[in-house]
């Protein structure tokens, strides 16, 4: 018992959250500040046309071949296996597993390029059908010479993951950074000689970078490559087990963007940039308060499941996804607001004119309402594969991405784009609400109607914010100057934010005391 209990002590001193999450935040603040950099780049060099459209779905081309052939589903299955063989120090085991898995991605990973490559029109034509015949041929191009990057590109996600799996979160990170930095200096260096062939020239060096940044740490750590691919080894079968329901829930979400890109093809050319920019803005908050705590939390939640706690894995769930949800909700309320003048300031300028940030921000008012359900659907979706159960949240997303599909179908005709970004919205609070009955039916209650009470002071802390923010813009006024406008967008935000701390600490929501504490933890062990 004793023995079991300091193995349980000393797997969580190697997983410090708080400390791997507030790194992986500044790190996340750099990348999307970079991302934004990149897209104004972008913006300002190719503007909301025929020519980003086509680029935009040649970018899904390979992100939904990667997503079918599991490249996405395998770093969230292989965490766990790794995690409990180092758990239960089979280190020699665990190795040879990430050796054959390496294999395994490279193999997979060409035939489907290859594949890709061969069948680039077809693929097109199921994403993009109200292409014309010029912009369709444009989006086959690119297509092409993206898919010769999709090796590096699944090879880094990987090597990510493992990472992951040590507790080493810093250069896994980072590697957005180095992709932003190549896009950028290849546009800056020959956007004018090149045109869009130096976009994809530098979105494809950027995925080889990606993978050799993340060579040195691994082997720092001890990792060694063994180029073993032994199907009889039981944790790689168990990858195998594990993995094909990911794959399928993996293949079945790639339908809802495929069916948001079938709809906007059909409308004026810019539609699918539109989306895509309003995307890039969700993904700010997004990435700040889901991926960080969610990537750094990962395996520390592994190894929990584990060690069996169950006690200890329920107040976890709850408490992440009561600061997942007051994290969030201010977010909400500044994209709502602030949109225009967001989008203005970091993407109108060049050939993105008023009306590019017009539909952009149509787009970004459906989008921002499931920002909270978002990021909490995809914890408790990881929370079901540290429990070796995968089935599970893809039996779930089949039923939810039918509903998007319909919702998208329906809402399109009476709200164009603004329906296509609202209807995921509201297939994101169907997700999370099923997720989290399921768990609760799985593990045990976990004090749903407290946290939906918090939840709801959370909302009401959220309405005066909302209105602050509001009068903030009034005001504040913007300017047309990219420092003028960063400095009051800033001012209205943050007095909106401080008004939505200061009301749920009078709510008296734990969550207020939980972040201010972290963050003095985090600052008095600097």
Known sequence: MEQWRRRKQGVFRRYRIADAA???????????LLGFVREAVIAAYFGAGALTDAYQVALLVPAMLFTVFGGQALGTVFIPVFTGLLVQEERERALRLAGGLLILVFMVLLAASLAGIIFAPALVKLVAPGFSETTAGMAVCFSRFLLAGLIFFGVSGFLSALLNAYGHFTVPAAAGIFLNLSIITFICLSGVRWGIAGLIAGTVAGYLVQVVVQIPPLISRGFRFYPVLDFKESSLRQVGRLMWPVMAIGAVTQVGPVVTRVLASSMPPGSITAL??????????????????????????????SLCDLPGLKKFITDWLGLLFFLTVPAVAALVILRVSLIEMLFQRGAFDAAATRITAEALLGYAPGLPFLAAGRFLARVFYALQDSLTPML??????????VLSVVMVRFLALGGLALAASLSAAVSMLV?????????????????LGRCLKMALAGVPAWAVMAGAVSWFGFG???????VSLALAAGTGVAVYFLVCRWLGL?????????????????
Do not use: K
């Open 276 to 305: 895509n920019y309003a995307d890039r803005v969700l993904q700010l908050p997004l990435g700040l308060f889901m991926a960080a705590f969610l990537t750094a939390s990962y395996p520390a939640l592994s190894a929990q499941t």
């Open 435 to 451: 997720l989290f009955t399921v768990l609760s039916g799985r593990i045990g209650p976990l004090g749903g109607f407290a946290l």
């Open 22 to 32: 507030a790194v992986i935040i500044i790190l996340a603040v750099c990348s999307r």
């Open 510 to 526: 734990p969550e207020v005391s939980l972040v201010f504490s972290r963050c003095g933890d985090f600052l008095a062990r600097r």
């Open 480 to 486: 047309y100057g990219l420092a003028e406008r960063l």
């Open 396 to 405: 779930i997303g089949v039923v939810v991405i039918v509903l998007n599909v």
